[in-house]
C-alpha cells in the first residue's frame, strides 16, 4: 500500500512540477517582452532629446535610465532559469521515485510467482505419492488413456519433486528476505528524499519570490528617477 501511495504522489509531483515550469516559462516571456519595449522608451526619449534645448538633457537622462532597465531582464532571466533548474531536478527525482515502485512491483511479482509455484510443485508431488489427481490436468488425462505410472517411476517423480520443493522453499524464503531488505532500505532512502525535497522546494520557491520582489523594485526605482529626470526639466 506504501509503494501504491508513493507511486501515485510521485506521479502528482512531477504533473505539478512540470506545470509550475510552464507557467513559470509563459511568464519569463512575456516579462522578457516587457523590459525590452522599455527599450524603445530609451531610443524614443533619446531621439526627442536631441531637438529640445530646455528638456533635452532631462529626456536623455530618462532615456539612458529606461535603456539600462531594457538590458537589465537578461541577468534576471538566467538568475529565474537558476530556481527553474532546482526544480528541473525534481522531476528527475520523481521518475526515481517511480522507478522504486517498479522494482518493488516486480519483486513482489517474483514472490509471488515463486509462492505459486512451490504449491504446484507440492501438489504434484502429494498427487504421484496418494495416486490421486484432485484437479484436471493434461498428466491426469494422459495417465487414464495410456495407464498408470509404474510405482518406480512415480517414486523417481516424487524424489525430484521434493529436491525441487526444496530448492523452491529456500528460493522462496531468499527472494522474502531480499524483499524485507529492499522495503527497509528503500523506504529509509525515501524518508531522506521527503525531508531533502521539503528543504529544497522550500529554499528554490523563497528565492524565486524574493528575486521577484527585487525586480519589481529595480523597476520601481528606474520610474522613480526617470519622474526626477523629468522633474529637472
Not at 83 to 107: G, N, T
Not at 179 to 198: C, H, L, P, T, Y
Not at 206 to 229: D, F, H, L, P, R
Request: net charge negative.
Amino acid at each position: 500500500r506504501r509503494f501504491t501511495e508513493l507511486k501515485h504522489y510521485s506521479d502528482e509531483l512531477q504533473s505539478v512540477i512540470s506545470h509550475l515550469l510552464r507557467v513559470r516559462a509563459r511568464v519569463a516571456d512575456r516579462l522578457y517582452g516587457v523590459y525590452k519595449v522599455h527599450g524603445n522608451y530609451g531610443r524614443v526619449f533619446s531621439e526627442w532629446s536631441a531637438i529640445e534645448k530646455e528638456m533635452g538633457d532631462g529626456l536623455q537622462s530618462a532615456g539612458h535610465h529606461m535603456d539600462v532597465y531594457a538590458a537589465s531582464i537578461d541577468d534576471i532571466l538566467e538568475e529565474e532559469e537558476h530556481y527553474a533548474d532546482q526544480l528541473k531536478e525534481y522531476l528527475f527525482y520523481a521518475e526515481a521515485l517511480r522507478a522504486v515502485c517498479r522494482k518493488h512491483e516486480l519483486m513482489q511479482y517474483d514472490l509471488e510467482m515463486a509462492a505459486q509455484d512451490l504449491t504446484s510443485k507440492k501438489q504434484q508431488c502429494e498427487e504421484l505419492a496418494t495416486g490421486t489427481v484432485r484437479t484436471f490436468s493434461l498428466k491426469g488425462m494422459t495417465s487414464k488413456l495410456f495407464g498408470q505410472e509404474t510405482p518406480e517411476q512415480r517414486e523417481a517423480k516424487v524424489k525430484v519433486l521434493e529436491e525441487q520443493i526444496q530448492e523452491g522453499e529456500e528460493q522462496l524464503k531468499s527472494k522474502n528476505l531480499e524483499g524485507r531488505d529492499f522495503v527497509k532500505s528503500a523506504w529509509a532512502d525515501i524518508e531522506r528524499f521527503k525531508e531533502q525535497k521539503n528543504h529544497d522546494l522550500k529554499e528554490a520557491l523563497i528565492s524565486y519570490a524574493v528575486m521577484q520582489i527585487s525586480m519589481c523594485k529595480k523597476g520601481i526605482q528606474v520610474w522613480t528617477n526617470a519622474k526626477e529626470c523629468f522633474s529637472k526639466m
